[in-house]
């Protein structure tokens, strides 16, 4: 099933996910490379994530810098 960006983003801002959730959704979000076109609160968390290990970097390239 393809990942339903605007459904998670909207369901992220309405805080009605759960932490495996988020999780899930912004390494969906980092693997395609979204999460760095996104208001840059979405790029910060991610980074975040990443630095603390709950997410991994994006392997075709499509990281931040």
Known sequence: MPFDRVGFIMDFEQDT?????????FQRMI????????QGAY??????????G????????KDYA
Do not use: M
């Not at 996910?17 to 959704?25: K, N, S, Y």
């Not at 790029?43 to 603390?52: C, D, N, P, S, Y």
């Not at 709950?54 to 390239?61: D, I």
């Open 17 to 25: 996910l759960d932490e495996e959730q988020i999780v899930e959704g």
């Open 54 to 61: 709950y997410c991994r970097p994006a392997t075709n390239g």
């Open 31 to 38: 693997d395609d490379g979204s999460v760095w076109h996104l």
């Open 43 to 52: 790029g910060r968390a991610a980074k975040r994530f990443i630095e603390a």
